[in-house]
């Protein structure tokens, strides 16, 4: 089909897997050299439940007897580890467990360094969870205090070195090589988290001095542990958004030719919430990745049925990732019927009776459940006791789901029924409008031959529909039948545009195929190609690399008039407390030892990962509520505008002290109690959370 429709030529295959791996292999390297937003509430879920499964494995690993064995897998020991976080399968948390175990530096808390009373020697004592590593007999640096302005993997932070000599559930004890200097070791571990460095920890600290990050720390000497934990975590995720882009322009290579698969995967990337999302400790890519894989094995099928079994084990991982995956056939049998509805004949048999006359069966339809739903059920452990009862209550969780607030267009949304239109606005909002324009040329320029005016004419006759309809019709059931499923008035509507990203690729697919449809008609399609391709794609490509820290709060220009016409308009913006990342150069400085801190929508699961990552001072406590805290941190958004007058009230202030804005608008407020700061600076003073104010939108 590349051939004849592209204009430019096909591509070998060998040129459509080299094309493919490059998607793949340059996706990944963008987004790893793009992880500079914060960590989201799921995302702190994910990371609790991936550590609290690896807790799991790691007693089935050290299990040596039967009767271990037998202990391990029994009943109580499977609910009590799988039944956390049971309304989401377990295949990407085990993930993420495993590739953190595998890839992180885990630099873990030293409470205590001693000298021996002999003065021979010493130890120092390790703060540890049961899956971190430190096994008996590992090699392990002694860190000094993480410094406000250093670097976690900085090497003059190694002061001593030693071997782990005991080890138990939450700690481990690790002995001094031969010819350490202990009592230095010891010295250098006084200093405290909190305290001003480069001082005595009994000195009272300056405004705005420079204060230690942590204390001193130790991190197991692993030749794999090249990765922040985080990033370990988020890592299998952007794996799959490689695979997701990959996938898109493998199947638009099948559907519209290879020119419509590379733009129409590219758009996929650089929709700015995609790309945010692509970076994910999540499920929304990897679904994605999984649908894609799914609908590109069952459109091969069609001609090779060896392709079939490909259908049922990518439907069995998306089975495996995210509740979406039952949808999946839902659409395939829509296009099913509407591509054969000239095979479909009902006729009357007797005064009751019906035949009925269908097209032929695809061979991936018995295939996929019969591969798909076994591995459901022999992966999840949580299915493995009492399996009836655990897929009744997955499904009623979703089903009964919480409804979050959100405001779309000043008006809160909380109650069904709900806009139908909110899917529909919402993809109009936040799709680069480059990429609109596209589709609707696309959606246009794929008319059937006699035009779509005729098409809808005989939409009912029993004309035999052409391949390119099929290609058609396939992107367009799986491209708006997730979004359709949004659009009940019932169906929740919290997380944005991410809950119909599944169809989001067939949709941009169409405007590969738009842009390919134009590149074509051009004189030198070539070299035409690669400047539109250019002046396509350079706005996108840079909204998405400058909305990344911000993610959720993206909207596009021509619709809604950039981030400020969306907060004119009172649409929802955050909602996932990551924007507190921006606030830590400020607070780490400015903050007093052991200050609690009311971070509000971030967890503190998200809290703990800051602070093991270096990235927050390990002094500032988390404090529940605006009443046990000094300093909070508030999202401006009227759905948490109850939060907002509690602070303001509990500090006696009458605003923020200072904020994070993003072209103007407010995404992080920051309130301080009057007196907290002592002799601090103005706040007009003080140096900037957020140095992003560009003269445009993005």
Known sequence: MSARWSGLGPLSPAGVRLLAAGLFVGTVAILLATLDMGYTRDESFYFRYAMAYQEWFVQAEEAKTPQEVERVFSRDPVIATWVGNFEHPPLM????????????????????????RDGQGGTFRIALGPADGFRVGARVHLLAPLGADQDPTDPARRIAAG?????????????????????GAVSRCRARAGDPEGASPDRASAAGEARWITGCQAREDRGLAVLSEATAMRLPAILFAGLAVMLTFLLGVELFGWLAGLFGAVAFLFVPRHFFHAHMCAFDMPIVAATLGTLYAFWRAREDRRWALGAGLAWGVALLTKH??????????????????????????????????????????????VVALPMLF??????WYDPMRAVRDYFAFHLEHEHYMQWFFGQPLQVPPFPIDFPFTMTAMTVPEVFLVLA????????????????????????PVTERERAVAFALFNGLVPIVLIALPSTPIFGGVKHWMTGMPLILLLAGFGLQQVVRALPAPRLAGALVAISVFAQPISASIDAAPYGTGYYNSLVTGGVPGAADKEMMRMFWGHTTLQSFAWLNRFAPRNAGVFFQNTTWDAYAMYQREGLLRTDIRYANGAAGAQIALIEPQKAFGELDIDVRKSFGVVGPYREVRW??????EVYVRPGLLGAAPDPPAAPPLRDAEPPTDG
């Open 324 to 369: 979406n995956a039952f949808f999946i056939p839902f659409a395939l049998v829509l296009w099913w019927l509407w591509t054969g509805r000239d095979q479909v004949v009902v006729r009357r048999r007797g005064r009751f009776g019906l035949d009925l006359s269908l097209p032929a069966l695809p061979l991936a339809f018995p295939v996929m459940p």
């Open 93 to 116: 948390k085990t993930l993420f467990g495993f590739s953190w175990r595998a890839l992180a530096r885990k630099d873990r808390d030293v409470p205590t360094v001693r000298r021996e």
């Open 378 to 383: 022999a992966w999840w452990p949580k299915l």
């Open 663 to 668: 072209y103007g608008v407010p995404f992080l």
């Open 163 to 183: 071997a782990v000599a005991e080890r138990h559930g939450h700690d481990a004890t690790v002995r001094f090589d031969d010819d350490v200097d202990v009592a």
């Open 440 to 463: 609707a040329i696309g959606l246009l320029l794929a008319a059937p031959p006699r035009g779509w005016a005729s098409w809808v004419r005989g939409v009912f006759t029993r004309r």
